[in-house]
């Protein structure tokens, strides 16, 4: 028998994502080690109880909140390198002018995940893993738009803009120049310009 189906239902998120995506704001926001149980059920409104219902680790949870920044950020670059440029070369380009709109947000406070491998040195650590994983997926697409536009030795040029961009994000939290992302850019022309054919 055919049963209706709300699809709000089915698209409402979760207690755990909601969880999850409070706690991405708050760590965010304060970072990891300041952010203490008590903090983060008091910033997002859900009890420490239904936080340990959820997760047994303070450490699980980040790692479930990195996923989903990951996912987001993600998703979000590759979406806005695609619309600001139609080929592969100018998307590489492009890369840099979605940073600059990143960088204008007014709660920009740098890269989670580099403040999640800092905060978590030991290479071994989940934490630090899953921080490396997303720039390993980030530099791992470059080199696929550095392949499509023809460029030459397209795995070292991505590595160098990865580079340019890791910066621009350090200098832009740091707030000591009035523009990096439009430095970084500039950069970027000139290195594809050298590994032109």
Sequence with gaps: MYRSVNLYQ????????????????????????????????????ISK?????????KE???????????EHFRNWLYRRMEELAD?????????????????????????????????????SHPIHKQSADHKRMLE???TQLAENAGLTNPDVLARQLLLLKEGAIVTAHLGHTENPAKDAKASAIDLLNLHSK
């Design 60 to 70: 699980d949870l980040i790692l479930a909140v990195l996923r989903l920044r990951d």
């Design 10 to 45: 089915i698209m409402r998120p979760t207690k755990r994502d909601e969880l999850v995506q409070k706690a991405l704001k708050v760590f965010y926001q304060y970072g990891f080690h300041a952010t203490g149980m008590d903090m983060l059920a008091t910033e997002t409104g």
């Design 140 to 142: 791992r697409h470059i």
């Design 87 to 123: 080929s592969p070369r100018q998307q590489l380009i492009a890369m840099f002018d979605a940073l600059e709109e990143w960088f204008n947000e007014i709660d920009y406070k740098g890269c989670m995940f580099i403040k999640a491998s800092s905060e978590y040195q030991e290479a």
């Design 49 to 57: 109880t239904s936080i340990y219902k959820h997760f047994r680790t």
